[in-house]
T-cell receptor
Framework: DSGVTQTPKHLITATGQRVTLRCSPRSGDLSVYWYQQSLDQGLQFLIQYYNGEERAKGNILERFSAQQFPDLHSELNLSSLELGDSALYFC????????????FGPGTRLTVL | GESVGLHLPTLSVQEGDNSIINCAYSNSASDYFIWYKQESGKGPQFIIDIRSNMDKRQGQRVTVLLNKTVKHLSLQIAATQPGDSAVYFCAENNAGNMLTFGGGTRLMVKP
């Protein structure tokens, strides 16, 4: 158990819908990272937040957005969902803003029908 | 459990043998590298990391070797056990605060 929690574990929805994925980092960690893992793309970095501020951005679609709240939990919002958005979404956390060992949560499996 | 990467390269080893998993990275400016292990149905788990000012780093039963000349990273697992069966990913920080992951290698340990 990494100490990072993600909810929900599974999510099934329809095209065009909007969903919110939630992540609670390890106690004391200030950085939160979001990743997408699909069968054909592997693990793709989406975005990083540190202490409430966006710090780095990867291949995140404009339909996706994220935020980190004062209690340091983070949410990833996915809108206008398409079939190709079906994937595992992982959250990871680390203590500082510096790129360092990241602790991954168990992931949310999103299925878009 | 989840199936990660249906067409991953696979390394099959006998229990007790040593395993070597290789990774070619893309950016000669990358200065930080990590190996992760992902078991079916779970998130990636940190194994070992290395910074570019080192050529070798050892952990418990694992060794990472970095060859900057040919942009190559390897993970050696000593005395491979059935519990080592998983998908292994290397990652590099090729753009500041971003990790770029390789495609992964599936390690299968035969009893």
């Amino acid at each position: 158990d990494s100490g990072v929690t993600q909810t929900p574990k599974h999510l099934i929805t329809a095209t065009g819908q909007r969903v919110t994925l939630r992540c609670s980092p390890r106690s004391g960690d200030l950085s939160v990272y979001w990743y997408q893992q699909s069968l054909d793309q592997g693990l793709q970095f989406l975005i990083q937040y540190y202490n409430g501020e966006e710090r780095a951005k990867g291949n995140i679609l404009e339909r996706f957005s994220a935020q980190q709240f004062p209690d340091l939990h983070s949410e990833l919002n996915l809108s206008s969902l398409e079939l190709g958005d079906s994937a595992l979404y992982f959250c990871a956390s680390s203590p500082t803003v510096r790129l360092d060992e990241q602790f991954f949560g168990p992931g949310t499996r999103l299925t878009v029908l | 459990g989840e199936s990660v990467g249906l067409h991953l390269p696979t390394l099959s080893v006998q229990e007790g043998d040593n395993s070597i998993i290789n990774c070619a990275y893309s950016n000669s400016a990358s200065d930080y590298f990590i190996w992760y292990k992902q078991e079916s149905g779970k998130g990636p788990q940190f194994i070992i990391d290395i910074r570019s000012n080192m050529d070798k780093r050892q952990g418990q039963r694992v060794t990472v070797l970095l060859n900057k000349t040919v942009k190559h990273l390897s993970l050696q697992i000593a005395a491979t056990q059935p519990g080592d069966s998983a998908v292994y990913f290397c990652a590099e920080n090729n753009a500041g605060n971003m990790l770029t992951f390789g495609g992964g290698t599936r390690l299968m340990v035969k009893p």
